[in-house]
């Protein structure tokens, strides 16, 4: 009901046009920041995306012929990418006007989160988006209609603008409460579900469809008050008409011990993919531990409070240098002996780590980087060491990946006994995930003798073309790299196995199949269940996928899945004198086993205890794959020794159903 | 474990040193030394030797003739035995292979010739009771070619009674199946299946059965087992016979074809293995396991985006393929 006594611009409605309009400043100076620095190419592809899920047409990619259609995103052709996509040529006209008209939209809201328009953004940040949809509105096929028209614009987009694109598909309801679960599918969400909606609120970029109620709503309001005025703020008749266009995804509220600890467990996982990154992001969450005012609000919070004041070239608005403040912040007063590490990962993220360079003159993150020089007084030959940080010898970056992964583990340390404590009252869902998330903690941080090793992040990245591996006169095999066409190869590791090399290429993903070539210099060959030698191609691909494709894996303890044994004998007289084993485990980790075997003995004695090692794999379901290194190969050793073996390593082990299926030809 | 032991048997010292330490030298260590036959036949008689490498020529008793004598004996007979000569003649290489050696060494030793031919030998060596058993089981097998089903049944079953073995239920099944008891037969040869899983043998000969009953079907899933024991065990060569066998008479199993498609992928003939699978295709369109073979086939060819087409249309024939789910995945994440 209006209230006639109150002013008009201090009306209801007023005050929340007032923020929506602080709210398009803030989004449109991000934007304006995030299409500065896309290049032409990705550019095209990030206004283009929107309008691929918008429309269902043959022409276009993201097509799904079959019905139900799943396309469509509220009010697409008020937001300004319909306007912008007008002007790409190769659209026809006509599409753009008859087949943009989507009576029944699937999607409400379509947002971008991450990099994109902030200091961080660069060359290599992924388009990741959040898809919000009404699951009520989905039956299970017109579901699966939408993950594959999404799956074909994240192919395209990979296959024609080398661009990595991931869409996160959300209920609305679900994500109003915090609940990230698939869809008919059991939550299986290990994400610190508290600081993944603080850094959505605190990064998104509203590309189309319903604005988050959030954003027009007061910073730091009291606990427990946003719920009940978000209610009565859709219940006001004289706020329907502003308000259609706005969609209630939530609270963010202050994080408790629990989502601290969590959140530092995430980050650990996390670290693999970049460890500079999970530093300060997890440092950024270890704030909040200690209660005082000036961590007492949350980031997203913060920078809410900046929206009508944002600028270009504004960096006290930018989500992430409120961020790089606020872990600045923290060490100098609570960890001081993580001063520098911390000083050193904003320098490297700032110089998009792991591809270290200056950025551009002039540019925004440029003046940011000399301002952090001038206030810590970086000395020029330590900016030198960090610029030359591509240079630096592969086992040097390990080191620097092993420092910033062992502050991680610190922090956990530092919270785990208070994190324990609490985890035992969460409700059975709740202790499930913490136990994935616990299991995967464990993962990273184990580092038990035999386990295939982490490369450095710079090295993971990379593209490699050539891959060589040598033996050299020790008896130690080599592995070089050429980090480009016209680089020469450089060592990267040594082991004393040829699998112990082979595991490292998998563990860190060195190999790309169409991309690397692997060449292998020594007098053998490698044989698999043909006469004719095969390339390390075929030891790769039957290990794949090595790392888990899903994290439900992670509820239980780890057991071996795969063992891939390579038969060695260095001359075809005596038969196999050595053998290596590379065992993968269901929690991705690898593993190196050698036995050395005394040629005197007669062969089906060696070929015994081969299967007596192999034997010393507990567990079921454990899949064998045989290579041999040889001159020739031996073509009854994998049969004599699969006699020596136990049932649960054969094809149809007891209790196996009798198969009327075809065989399944497994990766 | 120690290796059994090694007896030298020459009149010459310094040959009888050079021998030691040739022997020494690839890892031989247990070596008992005889100076004569005679005296080498007495150390046979007490000691527990695995093997004699004996002079051919020798002044008393000469290897050769050592040689025969050990080949009448019951216990000694299947031992290993080498002759060393340092000149050997066409006449003397016949006679001894006539009496039974089990490899010549000519003098000077070649370390690399004697530790390839002893490994062999003494990998053969058998305990005394294997041999015995052994015995039996070659006369109940003789027995089977004289027809005489009978003794030869009762004779492995007393076999069976004391020990379990897959080869004498194999044998019963084979004398069941020349009385005409099928039934029995494929009792006796799911028996020693059971007992060793990889027993081709027994899954052939239940075909063979199978075939005699008139079940086709029956027919076709042993072979197709005993074709993928073959191909579990990395014997391409023998799986594509047993399958083609089964296509000659005149199958059209999507099973056989596919499987062949798999064998073919294995083989590394990816032409030959698309045609098995399209083959499969036209008995069963929408069988998603061919789909999912087809896109296998194409990730080892290294085609990765026909490959995920594939598990695509395999996934569209069902939803809930986790293995079709996992490898689409895996592919996007730029894994394979």
Not at chain 1, 100 to 108: A, E, Q, R, V
Not at chain 1, 227 to 248: G, S
Not at chain 2, 89 to 105: E, H, N
Not at chain 2, 217 to 240: F, N, P, S
């Amino acid at each position: 009901m209006h209230n006639s006594s109150v002013p008009p611009e201090n009306t209801l409605a007023a005050k929340l046009t007032r923020m929506k309009t602080a709210f398009s400043n803030y989004n449109v100076v991000r934007m304006r920041e995030a299409l500065r620095y896309l290049s032409a190419p990705k550019l095209e592809l990030f206004i283009k995306i929107p309008f691929l899920i918008h429309i269902n047409h043959p022409q276009f990619p993201g097509y799904v012929p079959e019905p139900p259609v799943a396309c469509g995103i509220y009010n697409f052709k008020n937001s300004g990418f319909y306007k912008a996509v007008r002007d790409i040529e190769e659209i026809p006209w006509n599409i753009i006007e008859t087949e943009t008209d989507i009576k029944d939209p699937c999607i409400l809201g379509f947002y971008h989160i991450g990099s994109l328009g902030t200091f961080t953004q660069s060359a290599q940040s992924d388009f990741d988006y959040w898809v919000i949809i009404d699951r009520t509105c989905f039956t299970e096929q017109r579901y699966y209609n939408l993950e594959k028209k999404l799956n074909h614009i994240v192919k395209f987009s990979r296959e024609n603008c080398d661009q990595e694109v991931t869409f996160f598909i959300m209920d609305q309801a679900d994500i109003r409460k915090d609940c990230y679960a698939g869809f008919e599918a059991p939550e299986t969400m290990i994400a610190p579900k508290l600081f993944l909606k603080e850094e959505f609120y605190r990064t998104f970029l509203m590309i189309a469809g319903k604005i988050p109620i959030w954003t027009i709503l007061p910073a730091n309001m009291p606990q427990g008050t946003y719920d009940r005025l978000v209610e009565h703020l859709f219940r006001q008749p004289e706020l329907a008409f502003l308000l259609k266009d706005f969609i209630d995804l939530g609270k963010v509220e202050m994080p408790s011990i629990k989502d601290i600890y969590q959140g530092i467990r995430w980050h650990i996982c996390k670290s693999k993919e970049d460890p500079v990154k999970a530093l300060l992001k997890a440092s950024m969450i270890l704030s909040h531990i200690t209660g005082e005012k000036d961590s007492a609000m949350l980031l997203c919070d913060e920078l809410k409070q900046k929206f009508a004041k944002a600028g270009i070239d504004d960096c006290d608005s930018d989500p992430y240098k409120i961020m790089f403040d606020r872990v600045l912040n923290y060490h100098k007063v609570h960890a001081h002996d993580g001063l520098k590490l911390i000083k050193t990962a904003i320098f490297l993220r700032l110089c998009s780590y792991p591809e270290v360079k200056l950025p551009e003159p002039g540019s925004p993150k440029k003046q940011l980087i000399d301002k952090y020089i001038r206030t810590w007084n970086i000395l020029p030959p330590h900016i030198k060491k960090l610029m030359s940080y591509p240079n630096w010898p592969e086992v040097g970056k390990q080191l620097l990946d092993t420092t910033l992964i062992q502050r991680l583990a610190g922090m956990y340390e530092q919270i785990n006994a208070k994190g324990k404590a609490i985890e035992k009252d969460l409700p059975p869902a709740e202790q499930r995930n913490m136990k994935i998330l616990n299991n995967k903690v464990k993962a990273c941080l184990n580092t038990e003798s035999g386990k295939i090793s982490a490369s450095s992040n710079f090295l993971t990245r990379r593209a490699l073309p050539l891959l060589l591996i040598t033996k050299n006169s020790m008896g130690n095999w080599i592995l070089s790299a050429a980090l480009s066409n016209t680089v020469h190869e450089s060592v990267v590791h040594k082991s004393k196995a040829f699998m112990g090399l082979m595991g490292w290429i998998m563990e860190n993903r060195l190999y790309r199949r169409n991309k690397t070539h692997i060449k292998l210099e020594t007098r053998l060959k490698l044989y698999e269940s043909r006469d004719q030698a095969v390339s390390t191609d075929a030891l790769y691909l039957v290990m794949q996928p090595v790392k888990p494709l899903f994290d439900g894996c992670f509820e239980d303890n780890a057991r071996w899945t795969k063992i891939l044994i390579l038969l060695v004998c260095p001359d075809s007289s005596c038969g196999v004198a050595q053998v290596e084993l590379l065992a993968l485990n269901s929690w991705g980790e690898l593993f190196l086993d050698q036995l050395r075997l005394d040629t005197n003995r007669p062969l089906n004695d060696r070929y015994k205890k081969i299967a007596d090692r192999i034997n010393q794999y507990a567990g079921e379901e454990i899949r064998l794959f045989f290579f041999q290194m040889a001159e020739t190969r031996d073509a009854n050793a994998v049969y004599e020794i699969k006699q020596f073996l136990g049932d649960r390593f054969l094809m149809y082990p007891p209790g196996t159903p009798e198969r009327n299926r075809p065989m399944l030809d497994k990766l | 474990m120690p290796h059994p032991k090694i007896l030298t048997i020459t009149e010459e010292t310094l040959e009888q040193d050079r021998l030691l330490t040739a022997l020494k030298k690839i890892g031989y260590t247990h070596i008992i030394t005889a100076d004569s036959a005679n005296t080498g036949w007495a150390v046979l008689k007490t000691s527990d030797v695995g093997c004699v490498i004996a002079a051919y020529d020798m002044s008393d008793i000469s290897g050769l003739a050592l040689l025969k004598i050990l080949r009448k004996e019951e216990r000694l007979g299947n031992m290993p035995f080498f002759l060393a000569d340092s000149a050997f003649t066409k006449i003397k290489v016949i006679k001894a292979g006539q009496a039974g050696v089990s490899g010549l060494f000519v003098i000077p030793y070649d370390p690399k010739a004697l530790k390839m031919r002893l490994a062999v030998a003494l990998g053969k060596l058998k305990d005394p009771v294997i041999h015995q058993v052994e015995l039996s089981v070659k006369k109940g097998l003789e027995l089977i070619e004289k027809k005489e089903y009978k003794k030869a049944l009762g004779l492995f079953q007393t076999l069976v009674n004391q020990n379990a073995n897959p080869e004498y239920y194999y044998n019963i099944g084979y004398i069941k199946t020349a009385q005409n008891k099928y039934y029995e037969a494929i009792e006796a040869f799911s028996k020693a299946t059971r007992l060793d899983r990889l027993f081709v043998k027994a899954y052939k000969a239940m075909a063979m059965v199978y075939r005699a009953m008139g079940a086709v079907e029956k027919v076709e899933a042993c072979t197709r087992i005993a074709a993928e024991i073959y191909m579990d065990t990395d014997k391409l060569g023998k799986a594509e016979d047993m399958l083609n066998e089964l296509l000659a008479s005149g199958t059209n199993s999507l099973n056989v074809f596919n499987t062949l498609g798999v064998l073919y992928r294995k083989k590394g003939d990816i032409k030959e293995a698309m045609k098995q699978y399209k083959k499969a295709l036209k008995v069963h369109p929408d069988e998603p396991y061919i789909y999912y073979n087809i896109g296998r086939l194409y990730l080892d060819a290294k085609d990765t985006t026909k490959a995920k087409t594939y598990f695509q249309v395999a996934l569209d024939k069902d939803h809930g393929f986790i293995e079709a789910k996992q490898v689409i995945k895996a592919i996007d994440l730029g894994m394979i």
